[in-house]
């Protein structure tokens, strides 16, 4: 089960509750052995199912996009004016909040130190084009309630 794994320490508070409730709720259906009723089974299996449709609309959230439109402009921003070459390591942080936004940029972020030349069209293709401010790069920094709108914890996967 996921508790223990840092997935759980990236999930929020109220999502954490629910998985450790469908946890209890499989551990004392196996513990029935033969007694347990297939169709409580069945049941378990659909709730577990609808929770998972729950956690992953996460990154739909209005707070998450807002965020990740700000950072994709900043970082792209920031990139254009870097030299080229490998890209700092305080940057490579600020993208590592965007995990799990798009495979390719998480692949490019697991690897070695990315270049400046490999991340920004991967940035371009992403980043908003709403909108004047980020066109010219004018945008503030994002303002969430915690360094990670998709949970209660400073990691970042969604």
């Given at each position: 089960?996921?508790?223990?794994?840092?997935?759980?320490?990236?999930?929020?508070?109220?999502?954490?509750?629910?998985?450790r409730a469908?946890?209890?709720?499989?551990?004392?259906?196996?513990?029935?052995?033969?007694?347990?009723?297939?169709?409580?089974?069945?049941?378990?299996?659909?709730?577990?199912?609808?929770?998972?449709?729950?956690f992953r609309q996460v990154s739909r959230r209005q707070e998450?996009?807002?965020?990740?439109?700000?950072?994709?402009?900043?970082?792209w921003v920031a990139l254009q004016e870097a030299p080229p070459g490998p890209v700092a390591p305080a940057q490579l942080a600020e993208l590592a909040r965007l995990e799990g936004l798009d495979a390719s940029l998480d692949h490019l972020l697991r690897g070695s130190p990315p270049t400046r030349e490999a991340l920004l069209p991967i940035l371009e293709r992403l980043?908003?084009?709403?909108?004047?401010?980020?066109?010219?790069?004018?945008v503030q920094p994002p303002r969430a309630r915690s360094p990670n709108p998709r949970g209660d914890s400073s990691h970042g996967p969604r």
């Open positions: 089960m996921l508790i223990g794994r840092d997935e759980f320490l990236d999930m929020r508070i109220r999502d954490r509750a629910t998985v469908l946890q209890r709720r499989v551990l004392d259906w196996l513990r029935l052995g033969d007694l347990a009723n297939p169709l409580t089974g069945v049941r378990i299996w659909q709730d577990l199912r609808g929770a998972v449709e729950i998450v996009i807002v965020h990740d439109e700000a950072l994709l402009t900043m970082s980043r908003p084009r709403t909108g004047d401010a980020s066109a010219r790069g004018d």
